[in-house]
C-alpha cells in the first residue's frame, strides 16, 4: 500500500502547479509567435531607400544646372536654388518621418560643392568636390578588394553583427568581392568622363554628364552589384544574406 504523500511533496506540487499557471501565456506566445516574413528582391531595394533615395540625391544637381541656364549664368542664385532644394527634400522626409540618411548625405554633398564654387567664383568648381569624392571612394574600396577585405564584406560583417565570419565562406568572400569591384568600376568611369569636360571648362557637358552618371548610373551599379552577389552563392546562402541586410536595414531585428 502506497503511503500518502507527505507535507513537503503536497508544497511541491502545489508550486509546480502555480508555476505552470503563471508561465502559461508567455509559453503560449511563444509557441503562437510567427517567424518573420522572407524578404524578397523588392522588399531589398525598398531598404536601400527604393527610388526615391535616389532622387533626393540627384535632383539638387539637376536645380543647379537648369537654374544656371535658366538666370543666364547667375551663380549664386543657382546656388541657393540647389541648396534651397535639397532642404526641402530632407524637411520634407523629416515631417514624414522617413529615413533621411540619402538626402542627408546629399545636402551636405550640395552645400560643400555651393560653398566651394561660391568662394572660387567658378561654376564649374561645382563639382569638383563630386570629382574629389569618386577619387576617394574609388581608391578606398580598391584597396579593400586588394587586400581581400572588400568594403561590402566588411559592412555586412558589422550590421549582421557576424564579424570576419564572412571572411573564411569562400561564396561570401567572392561575391563581395565582386560587388565592390563593380562599385569601383562606377567611380572610375565618373571621373575617366567628367575629368576632361572639367578641365576643359565644357560646363553643360560637365553637368549632363553629373547627372547621367548619377542617378541612373548608380541605378544601374546597385543592380549589377546586387546581380553579381546574388550569383556568386547558393540561392539559400543569398537568401539567409539578403533576409539579415534587409530586416537590419529597416532598423528590425532578424
Not at 161 to 183: E, I, N
Not at 217 to 228: K, N, R, S
Request: glycine residues 10%; positive net charge.
Amino acid at each position: 500500500m502506497a503511503e500518502p504523500p507527505s507535507r513537503r511533496d503536497r508544497v511541491e506540487d502545489d508550486l509546480r502547479e502555480e508555476l505552470v499557471e503563471i508561465l502559461q501565456p508567455e509559453v503560449e506566445a511563444a509557441a503562437t509567435q510567427q517567424e518573420p516574413p522572407k524578404s524578397t528582391d523588392k522588399d531589398f531595394f525598398h531598404a536601400l531607400g527604393g527610388w526615391g533615395a535616389l532622387l533626393d540625391i540627384g535632383l539638387p544637381w539637376i536645380a543647379f544646372l537648369v537654374a544656371y541656364a535658366a538666370t543666364d549664368h547667375k551663380l549664386q542664385l543657382s546656388l541657393i536654388i540647389a541648396v534651397g532644394l535639397a532642404a526641402v527634400l530632407a524637411v520634407v522626409r523629416l515631417i514624414r518621418r522617413q529615413a533621411l540618411r540619402n538626402v542627408f548625405g546629399g545636402f551636405i554633398g550640395v552645400l560643400i560643392s555651393a560653398w566651394v564654387a561660391n568662394r572660387t567664383g567658378n561654376a564649374k568648381d561645382f563639382y569638383v568636390p563630386g570629382l574629389l569624392t569618386n577619387l576617394g571612394y574609388g581608391l578606398l574600396y580598391l584597396i579593400t578588394v586588394l587586400v581581400r577585405w572588400p568594403l561590402f564584406g566588411v559592412l555586412y560583417g558589422v550590421i549582421t553583427q557576424t564579424g570576419t565570419a564572412w571572411r573564411r565562406d569562400p561564396d561570401l568572400l567572392k561575391g563581395f568581392s565582386r560587388a565592390t569591384l563593380v562599385f569601383v568600376g562606377l567611380f572610375a568611369i565618373r571621373l575617366i568622363v567628367q575629368v576632361p569636360l572639367y578641365f576643359t571648362g565644357s560646363l553643360n557637358a560637365l553637368g549632363i554628364a553629373k547627372i547621367g552618371l548619377g542617378l541612373p548610373f548608380y541605378a544601374l551599379a546597385i543592380w549589377l552589384a546586387y546581380a553579381v552577389l546574388r550569383g556568386s552563392m547558393p540561392a539559400e546562402k543569398w537568401a539567409e544574406a539578403r533576409d539579415s541586410i534587409t530586416h537590419l536595414l529597416r532598423g528590425n531585428k532578424k
